[in-house]
């Protein structure tokens, strides 16, 4: 898949057929609408490609709250990636891309930058100067040059509507085991390992820490089942988020104890998914009482991965 980051990159592209969202979280609407279109694109002879944007349109609103991300950049691509695609357009939304009336939008975005032959598109799908344009303006246009729309509406599970805002309350409410629902995967954080105040290891439970990327949507302070990733191996574990009350003031991070694991992760990449979450972080009386409720996390939480087949050794 190549991937434009600018408009100025963007030359001589095939005829395409084209997604069109912010795609964030990429969940399981998301990718049906992905998927329809890496079919019709493969069916009629077109590259097959996604337009989204790498910052959140809703960002440049004065009045509106930042949007906190569910993937990284990285993530994202490689979620998009992994469905066929061809090109991946994650330009900037700037001042000028919010100002365009919808019709230079569709023209000099969609038609001369994209080489559009077919569009893809949710039925709540906006764009333009004020969000005038819609899934209207582009059949609209579309009669007049030559490229057909398909939209695709409310996407369904459980008879709730699937969307990156559901899923945002999901995780920033704790209720993480109910991302693969609607997501199909885990919740996760990744990063570099960074060294930590070592008490973990004082106390034989070791951990890796993660610093929490303020732009990220991540879930309330509290003990998670979870899964680590490393060097391609997944291991079963068990992580804090928190700011570790009990022994100090510290920024919120994410904290990881692998069963049976005695590997040196200090700088390394890790990806921890998070599965169910346990309790809430609270502050203890002594480090003692802490030492002794991390074993009791520990044994629910290899409970929780031996009942789903985690394979943890006794």
């Not at 004020?130 to 582009?138: E, H, S």
């Not at 391609?232 to 928190?242: D, E």
């Not at 570790?244 to 991070?253: D, I």
């Amino acid at each position: 898949m190549k991937i434009f980051e600018t408009l100025e990159e963007i030359k001589d592209i095939e005829p395409s057929a084209v997604a069109l969202g912010n795609f964030d979280g990429v969940h399981l609407g998301h990718q049906e609408l992905i998927r329809q279109m890496v079919k019709t694109a493969r069916e009629r002879n077109l590259k097959a490609a996604v337009f989204t944007f790498s910052n959140h349109p809703k960002d440049l609103l004065p009045k509106e709250k930042k949007v906190k991300n569910i993937l990284s950049r990285k993530e994202k691509a490689q979620i998009i990636e992994s469905l066929d695609v061809d090109y991946l357009f994650n330009i900037e939304f700037t001042k000028a891309i919010m100002t365009m009336e919808p019709v230079d939008f569709i023209k000099k975005l969609l038609l001369d930058k994209f080489s559009m032959k077919a569009a893809f598109c949710g039925f709540n799908y906006h764009f333009g100067y004020k969000a005038q344009g819609n899934p209207d303006v582009l059949r609209n246009v579309g009669l007049e040059e030559d490229f057909d729309v398909t939209e695709m509406s409310a996407y369904k599970i459980k008879g709730n509507i699937v969307s990156s805002s559901m899923i945002r309350t999901l995780i920033a409410s704790g209720q993480v085991e109910k991302c693969m629902t609607y997501m199909g995967r885990h919740y996760s954080i990744g990063g570099e390992v960074v060294v930590g105040n070592r008490l973990g290891r004082k106390l034989g439970f070791p951990t890796s820490n993660l610093v929490i990327d303020p732009s990220m949507v991540t879930p309330p302070n509290g003990v998670y089942v979870t899964y680590c990733t490393y060097n391609g191996v997944r291991y079963p574990s068990v992580t804090n988020v928190g700011i570790k009350p009990t022994v100090g003031h510290y920024n919120k991070n994410v904290e990881t104890h692998i069963f049976n694991f005695d590997k040196e992760l200090y700088g390394k990449h890790i990806e921890v998914e998070f599965l169910e979450k346990t309790r809430d972080e609270v502050k203890f009386d002594s480090v003692r009482d802490l030492s002794e409720q991390i074993v009791r996390d520990c044994r629910e939480a290899k409970a929780f991965h031996d009942k789903i087949g985690g394979n943890i050794e006794k």
